[in-house]
């Protein structure tokens, strides 16, 4: 069964130093990946996605994810934290059979510290 | 902007009554989901549409019911509101299909007392 497991619930890190939020899947086949965010009382907003080809892929606002089949993992990267960057985060996994479905993480807060 | 309405935006029941959560989007997308949001669980899937009157249960469709008789248009329906469904449900829609991501509405928060 397909699941997304997203280790870290709460992170912590100071403005400018960089980041690192951790996410591993488990899906059969090639996996369709991405990562959301999302602001409080807002929907979320996809970051990035990883379909196929280069491993690291570029997001908006500076994030960058970085896809490891041998891992199984999708971490996402922002080299330096800014206060606006404080949401919660979302991985998730899209699958190739019927309807489309995805499977989400349970997400990852994270707190800028000035 | 992916022109997804969800609607009420807020909306407080009692335990027992029926509910309904609207969600319309403008840009006659074939795919469109149904997700609640709850702190330690994520968003976890609760019915999906591939089509008009196409429709399928995701992992927590106990208590659940949709509807999509027109493209634009996705009903989720409580039949009988619970206090367990006290949440906040999320409409997505699928842009081109297989491998696209979903894009979200605003949100529903439903709280049943």
């Known amino acids: 069964a397909q699941s997304v497991t997203q280790p870290d619930i709460h992170i912590t890190v100071s403005e400018g130093a960089s980041l690192e939020l951790r996410c591993n899947y488990s899906?059969?086949?090639?996996?369709?990946l991405f990562w959301y965010v999302q602001s409080p009382g807002q929907g979320l907003q996809l970051l990035l996605k990883?379909?196929?080809?280069?491993?690291l892929v570029q997001g908006i606002k500076g994030f960058e994810a970085e896809f490891k089949r041998s891992q199984s993992s999708f971490n996402l990267r922002k080299p330096s934290v800014h206060w606006s960057d404080a949401a919660e985060y979302f991985c998730a996994v899209g699958t190739a059979n019927t309807g489309n479905q995805f499977y989400f993480g349970t997400g990852t807060s994270l707190t800028v510290i000035p | 902007d992916a022109g997804i309405t969800q609607s009420p935006r807020h909306k407080v029941t009692e335990t027992g009554t029926p509910v309904t959560l609207r969600c319309h989007q403008t840009?006659?997308?074939?795919?469109m989901y149904w997700y609640r949001q709850d702190p330690g669980h994520g968003l976890r899937l609760i019915h999906y549409s591939y089509g008009v009157k196409d429709t399928d249960k995701g992992e927590v469709s106990d208590g659940y019911s949709v509807s999509r008789s027109k493209t634009e248009d996705f009903l989720l329906t409580l039949e009988s509101a619970t206090s367990s469904q006290t949440s906040v449900y999320f409409c997505a829609i699928s842009v081109v299909g297989v491998g696209s991501p979903l894009h979200f509405g605003n949100g529903t928060r439903l709280t049943v007392t």
């Open positions: 990883y379909f196929s080809g280069d491993t």
């Open positions: 899906y059969g086949a090639t996996p369709y």
């Open positions: 840009e006659n997308h074939r795919y």
